[in-house]
Every structure is written in C-alpha cells, then in structure tokens.
C-alpha cells in the first residue's frame, strides 16, 4: 500500500468513527429522555436497564456503558459537549459514575479528558478508595535471622497444585511488572502474570544459589532456546545509550509527529540499513519493536524478497528481522 492510500484511509476511518460518535451520543441523549420519562414502565419493564438489555436486546456490558452514561448525563448536562467533542467517552462516565458529585463535577470531568482507562480508574480509586486488606498495611517483619516472615497475602488451596493468591499491589508493582513484560516480550511473549513472576523468581534463586556458591553449574534459565543476536555487533556502551536515550520505547514515526513507544519485543534497528553500510552508532541506531523492524526491512529490501527468507532462509537478515531472545550472559 502506498503512503497516499494509507492517507486516504485514514480520512475514512477516521469520517465513519465521526459519525460513529455522533449517534452514539445521539443515542445517549435519547436513553436519557426516555429514562427522564420513565417510557419503559409503558412497555411493561422495570428499568431503563432491563429495557435496553431484553427489549433492544443490548450485551450487559453495552447495557451498563450506555445506561450508565445516560443516566450521567441527567444528572451532569455539562458532560455531553465533551462526549460529543470525543474528550469523553461513555466507558470514562460509567467508570466516573459512581464517584462524581455536584461539588467535584466539572474538575473531575477536567482530569478526565482524553485519559486512558487506567487513569479514569486511578482518579476513581483517588476519590473513593477501596479499604486496604490489613495484610498489605501491615510493615514488612524485620529481617531477623532464624525468624520466618509470616504469610502476608491469602492463599486457598484449589487442588493439589494449584493455589489461588489473593495479592494487593502497588503503583511500583504494577510498573516493575510492565517493565518485566517488555524485558521478556522476546523470550516470552505474551506471557502470563503468573509466568512472568515465575521467571522473576526463578532469577532470584539463581543468584542467591550462584552467590552462595551452592551449584556448581548453574542450571540455564528455562527459556526457548536463543539464536545468536545480531546486536553483538553494537558494542556495549552504544547500546546502553540509545536504550536509555529511547527509554527502552520504540521509536518509529507517527504521522501525527509522535511515536509508536511500543514495549514488546523492542530491537536496536539501523537507520541506515548495516546491508547498506549503515554503522552500528549511537547517531544510526534506534529501538525499534519487532512489528516496526521488520516493517523496515521490508521497506529497504523488498516484502517479497523478505518474505522468502523469512519462511526459507536462516542466516544474518532473517535473524535481524525475526523476534528472538535477548542476549544471553556469558556465564562465569
Ligand atoms: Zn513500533
């Protein structure tokens, strides 16, 4: 597809998702109407909910984002400008719903706009927290030889061997572990939570063991196997640069002048392709994440010819383009 097509649609989507919002809003004004007239009772429903959900025949989902909204805007009118604007969405007002007073209305709403829905739920849990389970406000025993730290978290045993945990977490935790996704997106990916703690943990034992001197060969982590990375070639101290000059985010171009800041599977990539005699420099490497790398290659050599080697041939461009682990430590 040329750049101008891709342009093209871009218009058109973005023409069908104007007017997407529009009935949608549209659609939420008239819930409210009907609700503020309590026309469902006529048709012989409870609520506006039971209507939407049975007579509309709306997904419970769908029912509790539309309801919801158009109960908020009943309640706050001035949310709808912002709806129609799109610097609100009906998910944003269901989540704010239950936390938004006459008094915190329009600051609320303020903070609200354009967040994603992690940060609506932050400011939700700002407003109305949760009561903390006394296990996680309890401080961390004292690291005293011989004493065993107690159990801070809930465990049921399901079955033999499997447990369920009931954990608390923090903004920390919650960030180490995005931080761990990205770092195993090559090894791992799409790694569960419960996988990704795992390999965290395993890491842990390892190196108590190795520190101890308790194994005499350290067992290899328990990951796929890794081609040998073609990033050998970037010299260290290159390669902690531009990773920290790219907060490990990839760095490909958006049309809208930003960044496609993608976590998963990141790469060093060359600006300037090695095969064209681009040098492995700070000035000439990039993160890249595996989707936009091998966009790239595909831009400098050829889809057709990259897409043959990818399904026949191993060798240097294949393993510059395929995911693969990230290098392995020498052991000692
Ligand atoms: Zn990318």
Redesign the pocket.
């Known amino acids: 597809m040329t750049k101008s097509s891709a342009h093209e649609w871009t218009a058109r989507l973005q023409q069908l998702l104007g007017r997407e919002r529009e009935i949608l809003v549209e659609l939420v004004l008239a819930l409210a109407d009907f609700d503020r007239q309590r026309a469902y009772l006529e048709l012989g429903y409870s609520s506006l909910w039971d209507y939407v959900h049975r007579a509309i025949g709306q997904s419970e989902t769908m029912t509790h984002y539309r309801v919801s909204a158009a109960r908020f805007v009943q309640r706050f009118p001035q949310a709808v400008e912002p709806l129609r604007a799109g610097r609100l969405c009906i998910t944003t007002l269901a989540t704010l719903a239950p936390v938004v007073t006459e008094a915190n209305c329009d600051a609320v709403l303020a903070e609200a706009m354009e967040k994603p829905k992690r940060e609506v739920e932050r400011i939700k849990a700002r407003l109305a927290p949760k009561p903390v389970p006394r296990d996680v406000v309890r401080k961390a025993p004292a690291p005293f030889p011989g004493k065993v730290a107690q159990s801070p978290v809930q465990v049921e045993l399901l079955t033999e061997e499997l447990a369920r945990r009931h954990v608390t977490t923090d903004r920390e935790f919650e960030e180490l572990l995005a931080g761990a996704r990205s770092a195993l997106s090559h090894a791992m990916p799409g790694a569960s939570e419960l996988e990704i703690l795992k390999q965290g943990l395993r890491c842990i034992v390892r190196d108590h063991e190795k520190r101890k001197g308790l194994t005499e060969r350290p067992r290899p982590p328990r990951q796929p196997t890794a081609r040998p990375s073609p990033d050998a070639a970037i010299s260290r101290p290159v390669r902690r640069a531009v990773w920290q000059r790219d907060q490990g985010r990839?760095q490909?171009p958006t049309e809208d002048g930003g960044i496609?800041g993608?976590r998963q599977r990141v790469e060093f990539h060359h600006v300037i392709d090695r095969g064209k005699g681009g040098p492995s420099t700070e000035d000439n490497l990039i993160l890249?994440?595996a989707?936009?790398n091998q966009y790239a290659a595909d831009q400098t050599w050829g889809r057709e010819f990259m897409e043959k080697l990818r399904r026949h041939g191993a060798g240097r461009l294949t393993a510059a383009v395929a995911p693969r682990a990230p290098p392995r430590r020498r052991r000692r």
């Open positions: 990839c490909w496609c993608s890249a994440c989707v936009h």
